[in-house]
């Protein structure tokens, strides 16, 4: 990382160098940028939301280095270095990413303004933990507040994107 | 904010702090970037520590556990630290979401210092031994010498928390929090109880009912005297008394998180439950 001037007299800028979604990225950004700005606003990533000031409702969620993170929590030169997967890196080649096909297949959505940071958490669950159970998906999505779905559908997504059944404890 | 500086050793984040006292050190954010997002914090540069190598992860050095300041709460949900330490691997494990728990670090809910932090309770109960460096020196100070107050440490600009110690576990040990709901909730009251059943004593650290942290010892001798440390049994009325005592620690405040009298009287039911627990 190399500070610099920014040429518009704004102030000092920094070089960031990490891999978003596969592909690396290098911007000059200023210090006070929040990671999930930098990605909204300068890569064009607009997947991932803002709901809060707080750091509670998890809608900014992405993964850093494949665990899941409140880019709200983050400046963008904190990242340097990083490999950094929003909403946007999740299909290939327009094909959507199974927990994505889970959330489309089970209604897992209503106003959808939840859903990246929901999937994302989602992903970095059942990658940390792939035998969850009801309960387990419900504790694990503690970070990410819903005000539509009620969870339900999101829990049945979760854990069919995970390859199990429904059990009840 | 014009500047963040992002050292990978030690040395070179103290002398970075030494010759710069508006720098801040940043550790997960949890805390830090909140105050920010706020307009409560306005740092003028920052002292990012993510990449200090001798801060991260913990170790096992013979009967002492030695977790850096940079400790992860995701580190401490490792099985041989949760047989190392039950009760911290207990609170980690409440912190938070997974996201929180993915950045946050023991380093940070010390020296933010809030009565509400999970950790301590239980690093009292511990009598854990908190390390402190700066380019002048190491010093060494227990938690409640550490934090004197709401949000008050006696740490210097130029300072940072390198390490937290503790015993290696010698008996049962549990920690129980309370909030206004069960996921991602900032403690109302919480406790942690240790047993050594090689020292024949009891640790009892409370949470979010005092301004600084306390150990309520004198719940702590009464049980120590109470137990049977051979078979771990002790006699009818002693889990409640031991939770009484414990109440009579605490000095909660009525606040927006919950009521002086709720959590003298949660703090009670816990530490009866927490010791019901630990014995057999
Ligand atoms: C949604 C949410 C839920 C939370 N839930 C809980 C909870 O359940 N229980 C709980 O206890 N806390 C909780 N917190 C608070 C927070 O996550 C913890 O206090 C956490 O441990 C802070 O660590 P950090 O690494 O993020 O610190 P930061 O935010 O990076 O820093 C906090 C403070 O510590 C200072 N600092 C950091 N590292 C050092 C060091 N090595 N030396 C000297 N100073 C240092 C910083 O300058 C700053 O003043 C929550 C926060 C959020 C946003
Ligand atoms: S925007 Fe709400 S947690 Fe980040
Ligand atoms: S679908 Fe609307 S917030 Fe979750």
Not at chain 2, 168 to 180: D, L, M, N, S, Y
């Amino acid at each position: 990382m190399r500070a610099s001037t920014d040429p518009h007299g704004k102030g000092v800028t920094m070089d960031v160098t990490a891999i978003v979604n596969g592909v690396e990225r290098t911007a000059d950004v200023e210090p006070r940028v929040l990671l999930v700005h930098w990605l909204r606003d300068e890569l064009g990533l607009t997947g991932t939301n803002v709901g809060c000031d707080t750091s509670s409702c998890g809608a900014c969620t992405v993964l850093i280095d494949g665990r899941s993170a409140k880019a709200c929590n983050l400046f963008a030169v904190q990242v340097d270095g990083s490999d950094i997967t929003t909403i946007e890196g999740l299909a290939i080649d327009g094909e959507l990413h199974p927990m994505q096909q889970a959330f489309h297949e089970c209604h897992a959505l209503q106003c959808g303004y939840c859903t990246p940071g929901m999937v994302m958490a989602a992903v970095s669950l059942i990658d940390e933990y792939p035998d969850l159970g009801d309960r387990g998906v419900r504790v694990g999505l503690e970070g990410n507040l819903c005000r539509c779905t009620g969870y339900q559908n999101i829990v049945h997504a979760v854990l069919q994107a995970a390859g199990e059944q429904e059990r009840h404890p | 904010m014009s500047n963040v500086v992002v050292p990978t050793t030690l040395d070179e984040a103290l002398a970075l702090l030494a010759a710069d006292p508006q720098l801040s050190p940043l550790a997960g954010g949890t805390d830090f970037m909140v105050e920010v997002n706020h307009g409560a914090r306005r740092p003028v540069r920052v002292l990012a520590l993510r990449a200090v190598a001798e801060l991260r992860g913990w170790r096992r050095d013979g009967d002492v556990l030695v977790i850096g300041a940079g400790c992860t709460y995701v580190s401490m949900a490792d099985p041989a630290f949760a047989v190392a330490a039950p009760a911290l691997a207990q609170a980690a494990r409440t912190i938070g979401s997974p996201q929180i728990r993915n950045v946050g670090t023991i380093g940070g809910n010390l020296a933010t210092a809030s009565p509400a932090g999970d950790t301590l309770p239980v690093l009292m109960a511990l009598g854990a031994r908190v390390e402190v460096a700066s380019t002048e020196g190491t010093r060494t100070l227990a938690v409640d010498e550490l934090i004197t107050g709401v949000k008050r440490t006696v740490l210097h600009p130029a300072e940072l928390i390198t390490s937290v110690r503790i015993p290696v576990a010698r008996g049962p040990q549990e920690f129980c929090k309370i909030g206004t709901r069960n996921a991602m909730v900032i403690s109302a009251a919480g406790i942690a109880v240790v047993l050594d059943r090689e020292a024949h004593t009891v640790g009892c650290g409370l949470g979010s009912v005092t301004a600084a942290p306390v150990r309520a010892t004198d719940a702590e001798t009464f049980a120590a005297e109470a137990i049977d440390w051979s078979t771990l049994r002790a006699g009818a009325g002693t889990t409640e008394r031991f939770g009484t005592l414990a109440a009579d620690a605490a000095t909660p405040i009525d606040d927006h998180r919950s009521t002086a009298a709720y959590r003298r009287h949660a703090i009670g039911v816990m530490a009866r439950r927490a010791l019901e627990r630990c014995l057999s």
